[in-house]
């Protein structure tokens, strides 16, 4: 079955603001449990175009959000397509786009897609298992240094050499229970304490899925093509799990409203901004929701100006 209670759900449909008669998009549908409020809140005419990589999230959005009838379109692509998506939809430009970055729980629970080190299953961790390269083939194929630098680099892993050699002394690796060995006999076991309650092989899991799944660049070239794609007096609104993602969509955000822009001598914007803040900060899942998957949640929203008719 696809569980995935949606993170902030509240939250979400206050900052994005759906109205009836107006279009918006999802642009990682997963289980539907956003599109769904947003659909109810923007009822009776509002439309929704959902994407998502995952051919299997598809298929339970479908079901979940069966009930709006043509009100909804559901198509496979990834965030960074949203430009040629939302052309190929032909409904306009949407008045609002929603990307909730990260994995569904449906996707981490179920074994064979290869996601978690608690249960075991092949080392996978595609989102979109019908292209490109798997977890497995990274383990066993990159070198000691590009293993050490991604750990790195995704996973903010401080002993990531160490890792990378045990790693390399073990391959092939094939299984996730398999890595997720092999990383804690690096790290000498478990540790004590509150620390402990984190398996030693999180971030190096969370590394391998950043990576096969090209999760920055979906994050950066996602917002962007959102920020390019709404419709004036429309809003975009993002919700990311890890500071690399949440770091790349604040100075997207913060070019777009103006802050961080070059500046003549008179301190006016060289490029007028075309957006404005919605929230003043990120807001934090963990003070909202209470939901586990939303511990790390980070919520941030800008809003289009009016367009030019409507300056005065
Ligand atoms: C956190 S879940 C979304 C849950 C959804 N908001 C809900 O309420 O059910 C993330 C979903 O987005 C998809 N996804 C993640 N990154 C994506 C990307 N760059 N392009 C398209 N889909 C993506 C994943 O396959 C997954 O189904």
Aim: glycine content about 10%.
């Amino acid at each position: 079955m696809f569980v995935h209670r949606p993170v902030m759900l509240a939250e979400v449909l206050e900052v994005l603001s759906p109205e009836p008669g107006r279009y918006y998009v999802d642009a990682t549908v997963g289980g539907g449990g956003h599109a769904e409020g947003i659909l109810e809140a923007s009822s009776p005419d509002g439309r929704l175009l959902g994407v998502d990589r995952d051919q299997s999230a598809l298929e339970a959005s479908a079901v979940r959000l069966a009930r709006f009838g043509s009100r909804v379109r559901l198509v496979h692509g990834r965030a960074s397509d949203l430009a040629s998506l939302v052309r190929a939809a032909d409904w306009g430009q949407p008045s609002g786009i929603l990307l909730d970055f990260g994995v569904s729980s449906h996707q981490l629970d179920s074994a064979e897609r290869g996601f978690s080190f608690q249960a075991d299953g092949p080392l996978d961790m595609r989102m979109d298992p019908s292209a490109g390269t798997t977890a497995a083939d990274l383990v066993n194929g990159l070198s000691h240094g590009e293993l050490s630098r991604l750990l790195a680099d995704f996973g903010e892993e401080r002993q990531a050499r160490r890792i990378a050699t045990a790693i390399v002394a073990a391959r092939p690796i094939v299984r996730t229970a398999e890595l997720a060995q092999v990383v804690e006999h690096a790290l000498g076991g478990r540790k004590q304490g509150p620390e402990g309650r984190i398996h030693p092989a999180t971030r190096t899991f969370l590394a391998l899925r950043i990576a096969v799944n090209d999760e920055i660049r979906e994050v950066r070239e996602g917002v962007n093509a959102a920020i390019s794609a709404v419709a004036p007096s429309g809003r975009v609104v993002t919700l990311t799990f890890h500071s690399l993602e949440d770091r790349v969509v604040k100075r997207i955000f913060a070019e777009a409203t103006g802050i961080g822009t070059p500046r003549d001598a008179y301190g006016h914007p060289l490029e007028p901004a075309t957006f404005r803040r919605l929230l003043s900060h990120a807001l934090k899942g963990d003070e909202v929701d209470e939901n586990p998957r939303a511990r790390s949640a980070r919520l941030r929203g800008v809003e289009r100006d009016a367009g030019p008719q409507m300056r005065r």
